[in-house]
């Protein structure tokens, strides 16, 4: 199985497009089992004294483990440029993951990062950070972490769809996901 994280909690984020695009090209290109988090649609109940006790973790906590990780063998992190790194919520949700059943949900497991921003380094710092934190936790890093820069240039303003080349970007990265 594999889960493709949109890594931003803000409502009406660019990032979500791209990850959205990336997850239906994904689901025609592989019989494989896909399923999207979309951490915009978290409430503030994620955010406990609790998250860190494994027997009382709050239930969407556990929901998006159970779902979500321990069952996944593959990630694609989509994750927008928040002051020169990855969102602070990617962060959080990967602590909270590694209270209860740590090795089940990040041990050999892969990942490939896609890097979202409005600038033109398309959050590079930000996927080695991320890259870094994955790593310590057991998960492979896929070597090509594709940048993608200038979005508001490379997504129609009306219907917000991604430009040919940058399907072509996500497409090479799909192969990658799937051969890795």
Request: aromatic share 10%; with cysteine; hydrophobic share 35%.
């Amino acid at each position: 199985m594999i889960t493709i994280i949109s890594g931003s909690n803000r409502s009406n984020n660019k990032t979500l497009h791209f990850a959205k695009f990336a997850f239906e090209l994904l689901q025609k290109t592989t019989d494989e089992k896909v399923l999207f988090l979309d951490l915009s649609t978290l409430d503030g109940s994620v955010v406990s004294q609790t998250m860190y006790k494994d027997s009382n973790q709050p239930e969407i906590i556990q929901h998006i483990q159970n779902t979500y990780f321990i069952p996944a063998t593959k990630f694609w992190f989509f994750i927008p440029e928040y002051n020169g790194s990855y969102p602070g919520i990617v962060k959080l949700i990967l602590d909270s993951m590694s209270v209860r059943e740590y090795k089940n949900s990040f041990n050999d497991k892969k990942a490939c990062i896609t890097g979202i921003a409005s600038g033109r380094a398309g959050n590079l710092r930000g996927m080695d950070h991320l890259a870094d934190v994955l790593n310590h936790l057991g998960i492979n890093v896929h070597s090509n972490k594709n940048p993608i820069s200038s979005i508001y240039k490379l997504l129609d303003a009306e219907s917000n769809k991604v430009n040919d080349e940058t399907a072509k970007t996500l497409q090479i990265q799909i192969s990658q996901l799937l051969k890795f």
